[in-house]
């Protein structure tokens, strides 16, 4: 069974940084590509960032390119989202998700697996 764990969320001022880290297990992490959605109150979950099963391909949403990174660790299952210069817009609730297939996708029937997601809450 798959199991995804979201962890690294929090309230932090605009302008202000987070580190977001998903665990994974259950089945061979670098198999698969990995993404970060995200979902704000009353809103769709929205794409944000995803990587290619070996790290070297990352996609971002335009509206974080340049202020986010997307990065993984296959010795350690993990799936990280660096957060930089935050605004009260990206405040929501981040979820990690696990690819169908090895390349990175920016649309949820692309995912197979869902974290329970963790609240990133920015102040102005």
């Known amino acids: 069974q798959v199991q995804l764990v979201e962890s690294g969320g929090g309230l932090v001022q605009a302008g202000g940084s987070l580190r977001l880290s998903c665990a994974a297990s259950?089945?061979?992490?670098?198999?698969?590509?990995m993404g970060w959605f995200r979902q704000a109150p009353g809103m769709e979950r929205e794409f944000v960032a995803a990587i290619n099963w070996s790290g070297g391909i990352a996609d971002y949403a335009d509206s974080v390119k340049g202020r986010f990174t997307i990065s993984r660790d296959n010795a350690k299952n993990t799936v990280y989202l660096q957060m930089n210069s935050l605004k009260p817009e990206d405040t929501a609730v981040y979820y990690c998700?696990?690819?169908?297939?090895?390349?990175?996708?920016?649309?949820?029937?692309?995912?197979?697996?869902w974290g329970q997601g963790t609240q990133v809450t920015v102040s102005s």
């Open positions: 998700a696990q690819a169908r297939r090895l390349v990175p996708g920016a649309t949820r029937d692309e995912y197979a697996y």
């Open positions: 259950g089945r061979t992490f670098s198999s698969y590509a």
